[in-house]
């Protein structure tokens, strides 16, 4: 059981790039997805939440916006759309499940531990 990101990689900012997360061994239904992103030296940061079951969202206030996450209940996928990126975007974007309607949702930004599975995930690097 894993979960895989991919569709990172170098943008110049004003650029878009799209993050996918799907997993393995296990169907997203009922699981809420989100996405996080951490830099060296700085705490993990919460940048957006998805509950699969009926398409709920929740953003961080400094990608609201800007990205979209969505899902794709056909492919088993969550899509992070990232547009307008900055600099300051740069990180490494780790996608995570874990079960919905735990919490409010946008307190599945906050508590790493609501989250049973983590991918290992991907670059984004946004040059200036």
């Known amino acids: 059981v894993q979960l895989v990101e991919s569709g990172g990689g170098v943008v110049q900012a004003g650029g878009s790039l799209t993050l996918s997360c799907a997993p393995s061994?296990?169907?997203?239904?009922?699981?809420?997805i989100g996405w996080f992103r951490q830099t060296p030296g700085k705490e993990r940061e919460g940048v957006s939440v998805i509950y699969n079951s009926d398409g709920t969202t929740y953003y961080a206030d400094s990608v609201k916006g800007r990205f979209t996450i969505s899902s794709d209940k056909a492919k088993n996928t969550v899509t992070l759309q990232m547009n307008s990126l900055k600099p300051e975007d740069t990180a490494i974007y780790y996608c995570a499940a874990g079960p919905e309607g735990l919490l409010n949702i946008k307190y599945y930004l906050e508590n790493f531990n609501l989250y049973d599975f983590w991918g290992r995930g991907t670059q984004v690097t946004v040059s200036s």
């Open positions: 061994g296990f169907s997203f239904d009922n699981y809420a």
